[in-house]
């Protein structure tokens, strides 16, 4: 396809194209007479993921740079266990938030950290270490339920929470439209489009499922504190 047809077809504008193939974000169409390129698929589903990580994930030019970075090499050797282009998008989106600790909070955030590594290392569902894009998120939010919620909750309570969680990601899988697609792991593979998918599905549902989990807390507070009954789990 021409420039045009891209421009129409991915919704991004001409100059910002141009942009990015300059940045290295996008792969320069192949040449075809003077001034003139032509483009493929590749090209579009690049575009749209780059829309995807801008618009729905909001993140910075220069993380969207290395997830690009990362997709033309495992186009170019493979899929590799140093490369990784959802994981490196989806720790971007879920890093916890920089904050200044105190040197014992230090201490104790280092020490939960191996707890939950560990904790991780140990669930039948968990695969290679370098794939524990979340054990830090994890980390942090769990010192903070024990320094303000609950001084002594533990580690391994969390195995509730990761059941469910492997429930959930298989409703998700199972009633994706058209079937879930999953990246390709050989040479030659362009795994834009089902990284695309990837990030969209993890950002979106999370939002749709934290939604209902605190409409649910606030409708079971009402309930509890107006005395009405309160329906049994299913």
Not at 4 to 24: H, M
Not at 45 to 71: G, H, K, M, S, Y
Not at 201 to 207: E, G, I, K, Q
Request: hydrophobic residues 40%; glycine residues 6%.
């Amino acid at each position: 396809m021409r420039l045009a047809e891209l421009v129409r077809r991915s919704g991004v504008q001409r100059s910002t194209i141009k942009f990015y193939i300059r940045r290295g974000l996008l792969p320069a169409g192949d040449p075809e007479g003077r001034n003139q390129a032509r483009y493929g698929p590749r090209h579009l589903e690049r575009l749209l993921l780059i829309r995807a990580l801008r618009d729905v994930a909001r993140l910075p030019l220069e993380v969207i740079t290395r997830v690009a970075q990362q997709l033309d090499e495992t186009f170019e050797r493979g899929w590799d266990t140093d490369v990784d282009p959802i994981g490196e998008a989806l720790r971007a989106i879920y890093a916890p938030p920089k904050r200044k600790l105190g040197r014992e909070e230090r201490g104790e955030l280092e020490k939960l950290r191996a707890e939950v590594r560990d904790f991780i290392r140990a669930l039948p569902w968990a695969t290679r270490e370098e794939g524990h894009y979340f054990v830090d998120e994890i980390a942090d939010a769990l010192h903070q339920v024990r320094r303000y919620l609950y001084p002594d909750f533990p580690v391994a309570t969390l195995a509730f929470y990761a059941r469910e969680a492997w429930r959930l990601s298989e409703l998700e899988y199972v009633n994706a439209p058209g079937g879930a697609r999953v990246p390709l792991r050989a040479r030659g593979d362009d795994v834009a489009e089902p990284t695309r998918r990837a990030i969209l599905a993890t950002v979106l549902f999370d939002r749709i499922f934290g939604a209902l989990r605190r409409c649910a807390n606030a409708m079971r507070s009402i309930r509890i504190s107006e005395g009405l009954d309160v329906p049994p789990v299913d």
